[in-house]
T-cell receptor, first 111, second 114 residues
Framework: RKEVEQDPGPFNVPEGATVAFNCTYS??????FFWYRQDCRKEPKLLMSVYSSGNEDGRFTAQLNRASQYISLLIRDSKLSDSATYLC????????????FGTGTRLLVSP | GAGVSQSPSNKVTEKGKDVELRCDPI?????LYWYRQSLGQGLEFLIY????????KSGLPSDRFSAERTGGSVSTLTIQRTQQEDSAVYLC????????????FGPGTRLLVL
């Protein structure tokens, strides 16, 4: 079983739609959680950190459920520019900072 | 300011040759990481440097892979006797080094082994 699992998609949605991505992680001792965005043939870029209390950044809302080892990302009012692969990322508790990536969920927003 | 830079951006080599990939982290970042992304695969961790030391080399796939960092800055990832399965995008990231600090990625080196 992979340490971080995501639905690979693609999710095809029209502009203006609301879309949600989910992610599960297997290491219950994981400490930090993130969503990264990766455009085609580009490097990953941090979208937002994820906290147990939930956090929102504009149209993006991230939630963490530690009991279920589940992370979510909600995108409201989708824009064409949101088309990308969204990577769920976890840092374990080893004291080292290595990021453990899911394989990503691809989003395609169409006009 | 300048971000993480990597060179070369693309490298084509023949099976069995050695290659060196370079990473210049963001100035002042003490932590440096190497990852690779193979076609259809997620990013996988290779090695982590704190300063010039590598406390976590657990992701290096074989003894053909090695990395060093000098002066707490530039890092080189070396792959000896390359194999076709080494073809991937090799990404470098750097951070301030504290726990949970954001890692900033370079554009990557696309390696193709023929």
């Amino acid at each position: 079983r992979k340490e971080v699992e995501q639905d690979p998609g693609p999710f095809n949605v029209p502009e203006g739609a609301t879309v949600a991505f989910n992610c599960t992680y297997s290491n219950s001792a994981s400490q930090s959680f993130f969503w990264y965005r990766q455009d085609c043939r580009k490097e990953p870029k941090l979208l937002m950190s994820v906290y147990s209390s939930g956090n929102e950044d504009g149209r993006f809302t991230a939630q963490l459920n530690r009991a279920s080892q589940y992370i979510s990302l909600l995108i409201r009012d989708s824009k064409l520019s949101d088309s990308a692969t969204y990577l769920c990322v976890v840092i374990g508790n080893t004291g080292f900072q290595k990021l453990v990536f899911g394989t990503g969920t691809r989003l395609l927003v169409s006009p | 300011g300048a971000g993480v830079s990597q060179s070369p951006s693309n490298k084509v080599t023949e099976k069995g040759k050695d290659v060196e990939l370079r990473c210049d982290p963001i100035s002042g970042h003490t932590a440096l990481y190497w990852y690779r992304q193979s076609l259809g695969q997620g990013l996988e961790f290779l090695i982590y440097f704190q300063g010039n030391s590598a406390p976590d080399k657990s992701g290096l796939p074989s003894d053909r892979f090695s990395a060093e960092r000098t002066g707490g800055s530039v890092s080189t990832l070396t792959i000896q006797r390359t194999q076709q399965e080494d073809s991937a995008v090799y990404l470098c990231a750097s951070s301030l080094g504290g726990f949970g600090e954001t890692q900033y990625f370079g554009p990557g080196t696309r390696l193709l082994v023929l």
